[in-house]
């Protein structure tokens, strides 16, 4: 069973520009989160989508948006990159229903460099 | 101060030692606990869930919640080289509006042979 597949692993911007990341969650899956990851705040919630509407928001400015398919395929868009915005982006997701937790699976992120 | 907070080591032991990780959190709300590992480049793999308070075994890991504290741990007995990675604890509250996790920042843990 293929896992939560994230494109690009890597990706290096300047600063101003903007990005757009790339999620495929596993076969079956209608809810996809995003994460991302620094060394000083850890992991930290940016958003929630199920069937294609975000029911669930983080603290993050409205530079961060995303949107989700009708084949539950999501993909977040950061625009105005700030060098704050470096870090590793981890899509997660999870079965159908809510308190589905066991099966909340993460992709291997992709590493977003701002320089 | 976070809702969740975590000891972020580096925490260094001996190859077969019992190691101990362990969260403190301040939202009462929180019903589901999980323990990740997550090795370095790679996304966070799930290790342990829990949804009640006491203690939940697999294998070499046991994951234990105390509700009324509201404290978690995670005992990783006979340590191996390969248990090296950061562990992550993640908690959640379901409230009918998706699931969210909150998590601490992770403990660094090196098994050295």
């Known amino acids: 069973k293929a896992g939560v597949t994230q494109t690009p692993r890597y990706l290096i911007k300047t600063r101003g520009q903007q990005v757009t990341l790339s999620c495929s969650p596993i076969?079956?899956?209608?809810?996809v989160s995003w994460y991302q990851q620094t060394p000083g705040q850890g992991l930290q919630f940016l958003f929630e989508?199920?069937?294609?509407?975000?029911?669930n928001k983080g603290n993050f400015p409205g530079r961060f948006s995303g949107r989700q398919f009708s084949n539950s395929r999501s993909e977040m868009n950061v625009s105005t990159l700030e060098l704050g915005d470096s870090a590793l982006y981890l899509c997660?997701?999870?079965?159908?229903?809510?308190?589905?937790?066991?099966?909340?699976?993460f992709g291997s992120g992709t590493r977003l460099t701002v320089v | 101060q976070k809702e969740v907070e975590q000891d972020p080591g580096p925490l260094s032991v001996p190859e077969g030692a019992i190691v101990s990780l362990n969260c403190t959190y301040s939202?009462?709300?929180?019903?589901?606990f999980m323990w990740y590992r997550q090795y370095s480049r790679k996304g966070p793999e799930l290790l342990m869930y829990?949804?009640?308070?006491g203690n939940k075994e697999d294998g070499r890991f046991t994951a234990q919640v105390d509700k009324s504290s509201k404290y978690i741990s995670l005992f990783i007995r006979d340590s191996q080289p390969s248990d090296s990675a950061t562990y992550l604890c993640?908690?959640?509250?379901?409230?009918?509006?998706?699931?969210?996790?909150?998590f601490g920042t992770g403990t660094q843990l090196k098994v050295e042979l």
């Open positions: 997660a997701s999870s079965p159908i229903g809510t308190g589905n937790l066991n099966g909340y699976t």
């Open positions: 076969s079956g899956h209608r809810s």
């Open positions: 989508y199920f069937s294609e509407t975000q029911r």
């Open positions: 939202n009462s709300a929180f019903q589901y």
């Open positions: 829990t949804y009640s308070s």
């Open positions: 993640a908690m959640a509250a379901i409230t009918g509006g998706g699931n969210k996790l909150t």
